[in-house]
């Protein structure tokens, strides 16, 4: 491959970016990006350039990591960027107005500018997310979740940080932040060109994907500190979006999409509960093993089945028309 010398700075930068693409990739396409490259920079000016090599770099991570929309992953995460979107959002919402009175009581004795941020500016990010969502302006909902993202990153480090990483404390603090944390990756990471078009199904989606995410947020009952918890009902809420993951072993997407988005909602309150629940890890050791080994089966046998009945259609349709 041939790296076109457009000033010593440029050319080192670009050969960088170029790196992050597999060798398979940049020995088939490399000149060719190379060269396009070379055009849209030749009159452009160092901004032009920077533009250009983040746009390189970008896309060649998602080739390296398998997320572009040609790929399984890419396509999924287009399909389960609405529902994440709406989730999120309506978690969030839920989540605040039913802290409302301690925010109340925090604001009363602490009117900091800090203070004011931490409580307005996740429910603001959420109804602007849920906006953008439903008006489906994709830059708009990835921004939102990204602040979203970076209030709970920031809300987990101080909290692992302030409690000298105690493990109660910083499971507490993660139900509620890293499903925004996971949100925004997967926002981010969704192919741009396979996101839904703005229009009443994907506004639809958006808002049934926010009254779900309230309820899922309200279910979890993430806040109550009694014992003893209804164990069964956290088992549940995160065996039944596993279960239905497996449905992409049958290449089917959209139950696939749904499990993934409950996972990321869910996911993070469900182990800590469960955790808590039942006493610490070396307690949930011995149900553990079997329950890993019975998803293990039930994935198997879905793949399976999957593979025989489509061996099944195609010979069913090869024997109505013939040989060709």
Same mark, same amino acid.
């Given at each position: 491959?041939?790296?076109?010398?457009?000033?010593?700075?440029?050319?080192?930068?670009? #050969? *960088?970016?170029?790196?992050?693409?597999?060798?398979?990739?940049?020995?088939?396409?490399?000149?060719?990006?190379?060269?396009?490259?070379?055009?849209?920079?030749?009159?452009?000016? #160092?901004?032009?350039?920077?533009?250009?090599? =983040?746009?390189?770099?970008?896309?060649?991570?998602?080739?390296? !990591?398998?997320?572009?929309?040609?790929?399984?992953?890419?396509?999924?995460?287009?399909?389960?960027?609405?529902?994440?979107?709406?989730?999120?959002?309506?978690?969030?919402?839920?989540?605040?107005?039913?802290?409302?009175?301690?925010?109340?009581? &925090? %604001?009363?004795?602490?009117?900091?500018? +800090?203070?004011?941020?931490?409580?307005?500016?996740?429910?603001?990010?959420?109804?602007? !997310?849920?906006?953008?969502?439903? &008006?489906?302006?994709?830059?708009?909902?990835?921004?939102?979740? &990204?602040?979203?993202?970076?209030?709970?990153?920031?809300?987990?480090?101080? *909290?692992?940080?302030?409690?000298?990483?105690?493990?109660?404390?910083?499971?507490?603090?993660?139900?509620?932040?890293?499903?925004?944390? %996971?949100?925004?990756?997967?926002?981010?990471?969704?192919?741009?060109? =396979?996101?839904?078009?703005?229009?009443?199904?994907?506004?639809?989606?958006?808002?049934?994907?926010?009254?779900?995410?309230? $309820?899922?947020?309200? @279910?979890?009952?993430?806040?109550?500190?009694?014992?003893?918890?209804?164990?069964?009902?956290?088992?549940?809420? %995160?065996?039944?979006?596993? =279960?239905?993951?497996?449905?992409? =072993?049958? +290449?089917?997407?959209?139950?696939?999409?749904?499990?993934? @988005?409950? $996972?990321?909602? *869910?996911?993070?309150?469900?182990?800590?509960?469960?955790?808590?629940?039942?006493?610490?890890?070396?307690? %949930?050791?011995?149900?553990?093993?079997?329950?890993?080994?019975?998803?293990?089966?039930?994935?198997?046998?879905?793949?399976?089945?999957?593979?025989?009945?489509?061996? +099944?259609?195609?010979?069913?349709?090869?024997?109505?028309? +013939?040989?060709?």
């Amino acid at each position: 491959m041939t790296t076109p010398v457009i000033g010593a700075g440029p050319s080192a930068v670009l #050969r *960088a970016a170029l790196q992050l693409y597999p060798e398979p990739y940049r020995r088939e396409r490399g000149e060719e990006l190379a060269e396009v490259f070379a055009d849209t920079t030749a009159a452009g000016g #160092r901004l032009a350039v920077a533009r250009e090599v =983040l746009g390189l770099a970008v896309y060649g991570l998602r080739v390296r !990591l398998g997320l572009t929309g040609a790929t399984a992953a890419g396509r999924l995460l287009a399909v389960v960027a609405p529902m994440l979107a709406g989730a999120v959002a309506g978690a969030t919402l839920v989540a605040w107005l039913t802290t409302a009175h301690r925010i109340a009581n &925090l %604001l009363s004795w602490d009117d900091s500018y +800090g203070a004011y941020f931490s409580s307005f500016c996740p429910p603001v990010a959420a109804v602007l !997310l849920l906006v953008a969502g439903l &008006l489906g302006r994709w830059t708009a909902v990835r921004g939102s979740a &990204l602040v979203l993202g970076a209030v709970g990153l920031y809300n987990l480090a101080d *909290a692992v940080w302030s409690s000298s990483f105690d493990l109660w404390w910083s499971g507490y603090i993660a139900m509620a932040t890293l499903p925004l944390v %996971l949100a925004a990756l997967l926002l981010a990471a969704a192919p741009t060109d =396979l996101l839904p078009r703005p229009g009443l199904r994907t506004a639809g989606l958006v808002l049934a994907s926010g009254a779900v995410g309230g $309820l899922l947020e309200a @279910a979890q009952s993430w806040d109550d500190t009694t014992f003893p918890l209804d164990l069964v009902w956290f088992v549940v809420m %995160l065996v039944v979006p596993l =279960l239905l993951t497996f449905a992409g =072993l049958r +290449g089917r997407v959209a139950p696939t999409a749904a499990g993934v @988005a409950a $996972l990321v909602l *869910a996911g993070p309150g469900c182990l800590f509960n469960i955790w808590r629940g039942s006493g610490g890890v070396s307690q %949930l050791l011995p149900a553990v093993g079997p329950s890993v080994a019975a998803l293990v089966l039930v994935a198997v046998a879905v793949h399976r089945f999957g593979r025989s009945e489509a061996a +099944g259609a195609s010979g069913a349709i090869g024997a109505v028309h +013939g040989p060709a």
